[in-house]
């Protein structure tokens, strides 16, 4: 299988259906194309923040509406809803989009929309799973999905956050070093090989979730992004669930061996693929919704 044709396949998650075309039609420049997204969205915990007051980057919070869902992503988990409804709301997709008119969406759907639009264009792209210090001054590697694309040109990939709108970064959100992110396996590992302490991980639940298990989680998001099934970040695999996430040390074992494989995903793209296609138990997720 050719790595490079594989990420150019969408799943039902990064999938335009009907909005192809609409999404074509958007910049080609990725800066651009990252700041026009950014202007449709905006994260919760931006909202919680700085709501019921002026903001820099999204604008005079007070104006949404106090019966607007804070989270929407359980509503639109997929790139397409995405789009329809943000064209629903307003049919110009701008970065003059009414403060009232944007949605509250997750780093998760800002991934995989960027992915999304980026096939549609016919660029190989991936969403990834993992950690990023840079969200925050606080020390601690919060969880955060990003956007890596192929570029043909320089025959490299390379990982782009449309969801960051942190000021004066040390690094080009549209080219990130890959030590400014910790993917999913290299947090599993760090934890595995007592690198990293259990608190210096932490997952945005409610309330949050630290160590191992925003590790094991986010090791599996990557490993089903990395397979194209861009899962909702309430998902996990059924058998870690039913043991609550205490595995054996032959289970941590089977996982040390993936994990390692993920660290060089395009050099290890199709032994990847066989493990996915050969351990079911790894697709067979549980979750919010089933």
Not at 48 to 56: E, I, L, P, W
Not at 108 to 118: G, P, V
């Amino acid at each position: 299988m050719n790595e490079i044709e594989f990420y150019k396949k969408t799943s039902c998650f990064t999938e335009l259906g009907l909005y192809k075309n609409f999404a074509q039609a958007l910049p080609d420049d990725i800066r651009e194309l990252c700041l026009l997204q950014r202007h449709q969205i905006i994260h919760p915990v931006a909202i919680m923040k700085c709501g019921g007051q002026k903001q820099t980057f999204h604008g005079d919070m007070t104006q949404i509406p106090c019966d607007s869902l804070l989270f929407e992503n359980e509503r639109f988990p997929t790139a397409l809803s995405i789009l329809a409804e943000l064209l629903r709301r307003e049919n110009e997709y701008s970065c003059q989009r009414k403060i009232q008119n944007k949605m509250h969406l997750t780093c998760r759907e800002q991934a995989i929309l960027l992915t999304a639009i980026l096939k549609a264009k016919g660029i190989p792209a991936r969403a990834r799973s993992g950690f990023a210090p840079y969200i925050s001054n606080d020390g601690i590697f919060h969880d955060h999905w990003i956007c890596e694309r192929f570029c043909d040109k320089e025959n490299r990939w390379i990982l782009t956050d449309a969801d960051c709108c942190v000021e004066n970064l040390d690094f080009d959100f549209a080219d990130i070093p890959c030590d400014k992110f910790l993917f999913g396996a290299q947090s599993y590992l760090k934890i595995r090989n007592k690198e990293i302490c259990d608190n210096a991980l932490e997952y945005a639940s409610v309330p949050p979730t630290h160590g191992m298990r925003a590790a094991l989680q986010s090791l599996f998001y990557d490993l089903h992004s990395l397979m194209n099934d861009e899962i909702f970040f309430w998902h996990s695999p059924r058998y870690i669930v039913e043991k609550n996430f205490d595995l054996s040390q032959a289970e941590f074992e089977e996982l040390d061996s993936i994990a390692n494989l993920m660290l060089e995903p395009s050099k290890n793209f199709e032994k990847i693929c066989d493990i996915w296609e050969t351990t079911p138990k790894f697709r067979i997720v549980s979750g919010g919704f089933n």
